[in-house]
């Protein structure tokens, strides 16, 4: 089993700047990607920022420039800043990593509680 604990989100007016964090933790093998994905109400889930093993990462066209997702391997832990928030931000923000965990090396697709960001005045 893998667990993922978040932190960071609050209320931020428009602007502002939140980080995000996630700290991944069980029987865990490896890590490929680490990413956020947010969900706004009455919406879809979208991912907003992923970045690889390898530090390959990729952004919601709405985000690019405005936020960093950066990982550190050696804890499971991957983070995203976010700078120059927009009302259109609003949203539960979740994480998500996909890799192996136990003796059996099972492939997990592992989800955390999520966290709220809202981002008004």
């Known amino acids: 089993q893998v667990q993922l604990v978040e932190s960071g989100g609050g209320l931020v007016q428009p602007g502002g700047s939140l980080r995000l964090s996630c700290a991944a933790s069980?029987?865990?093998?490896?890590?490929?990607?680490m990413g956020w994905f947010r969900q706004a109400p009455g919406k879809e889930r979208e991912l907003v920022a992923k970045?690889?093993?390898?530090?390959?990462?990729e952004f919601d066209a709405s985000v690019k420039g405005r936020f960093t997702i950066t990982r550190i391997n050696a804890n499971n832990t991957v983070y995203l800043q976010m700078n120059s928030l927009k009302p259109e931000g609003t949203a539960v923000y979740y994480c998500?990593?996909?890799?192996?965990?136990?003796?059996?090396?099972?492939?997990?697709?592992?989800w955390g509680q999520g966290t709220q960001v809202t981002v008004s005045s």
């Open positions: 998500n990593i996909k890799g192996f965990y136990g003796e059996g090396y099972d492939w997990a697709d592992s």
């Open positions: 069980g029987s865990i093998r490896g890590v490929n990607t």
């Open positions: 970045i690889t093993s390898g530090g390959a990462t």
